[in-house]
């Protein structure tokens, strides 16, 4: 009998959803709330209890699985599902987990492991806004800033499975901010939710301003603080739609894509930012033909999710 069901684990830097997935979608999920510095070990428990449940919810999943696909925002071998690396205070603990030892003893299932952004663009490309294109980049923007490329139909990872997927990582600020990986200026270290709120803080007019009121401040509160007049979210807002707009670019000369794909939390707000985008990559992108369209993924906030359970049914050819 064909498999019908995924457990799926979206492993993100504020929350973890697990969701038994189907071809008709998602079936059932769970999210709890995570503290990234705190490592990814003290959390299996809680995936094992939110899958007890959710088999329990859908009973015939138990014996109709395909495996668990986890997907994490690090640096992955998906060959032996291991992480390679992880970045500065982001479950540095990964690296010494066996996740096929723990997937076979808790859930006597085989486990895919994936970059987060891979599972996502997997997903758009086989079920959402990528769907049909063979070239193209996927951007999450959300606790941090991910991507990934489908380059001539294929899913590209390069020599050490790390290809594609560090855009986040290319600098817009050179001597800017310092980022959770070596560098500094970095498109994530400049507008990542994670470093939103020191970015806000060193502004001289941040005592004055509304968001000072706020003990965190994430891009929903910043969008809302706009919209209400205060002039630091506003300033805010365009600086970082201008860094996401260069980002844009880079991407556009690096890959050459028909389409980019912006996901994650931050598109609640589409409708501003994805105008901003084409409008900034046709002004500034050297292109020897047409322009890539940026657009809001389909599964904006579960992506990944799908893309794991896509995954382990669909072939993904890989650069």
């Known amino acids: 009998m064909t498999k019908s069901f995924t457990l799926a684990v979206d492993v993100g830097g504020s929350h973890i959803a697990v969701a038994l997935v189907s071809d008709d979608g998602i079936q059932a999920i769970q999210k709890f709330e ?9 959390y299996l428990g809680q995936i094992e209890q939110a899958a007890k449940e959710l088999f329990i919810e859908i009973p015939q999943a138990s014996g109709d699985c395909h495996g668990v696909g986890m997907a994490v925002p690090l640096l992955v071998n998906a060959g032996t599902a291991r992480v390679v690396s992880s970045p500065r205070g982001k479950f540095e603990d990964a690296t010494a ?17 994936e970059v987060d952004a891979h599972a996502g663009c997997f997903g758009e490309w086989v079920s959402g806004a990528g769907q049909g294109c063979d070239d193209l980049v996927y951007v999450t923007l959300g606790t941090g800033y991910g991507t990934s490329v489908i380059l001539r139909g294929r899913l590209l990872r390069g020599r050490t499975s790390q290809a594609g997927i560090l ?7 050179a001597g800017g901010h310092q980022c959770v990986c070596p560098g500094r200026g970095c498109i ?9 709120n020191g970015i806000i803080r060193e502004h001289p007019q941040y005592r004055a301003s509304r968001l000072a009121k706020h003990e965190s401040v994430d891009y929903r509160t910043l969008f809302a603080e706009a919209d209400a007049g205060d002039s630091l979210a506003k300033e805010t807002i365009a600086r970082n739609l201008a860094y996401w707009g260069a980002s844009m670019v880079n991407l556009t000369h690096a890959y050459n894509p ?21 409008d900034y990559v046709h002004r500034n992108a050297w292109t020897a033909s047409d322009y890539p369209s940026v657009v809001p993924a389909k599964h904006y906030e579960t992506a990944v999710l799908l893309g794991l359970h896509a995954l382990f049914t669909t ?3 890989r650069l």
């Open 34 to 42: 995570v503290s990234a510095g705190k490592g990814l070990r003290g």
């Open 97 to 113: 987990i066996d996740f096929r030892a723990w997937a076979s003893e808790r859930f006597q299932l085989p486990i895919y492991l």
């Open 167 to 173: 855009g986040g990582h290319l600098s817009v600020n």
């Open 188 to 196: 994530e270290a400049e507008t990542g939710t994670w470093a939103l």
């Open 258 to 278: 028909a389409k980019i794909v912006l996901a994650g939390s931050v598109l609640r707000e589409a409708d501003r930012i994805i105008p901003f985008m084409n």
């Open 315 to 317: 072939t993904a050819e």
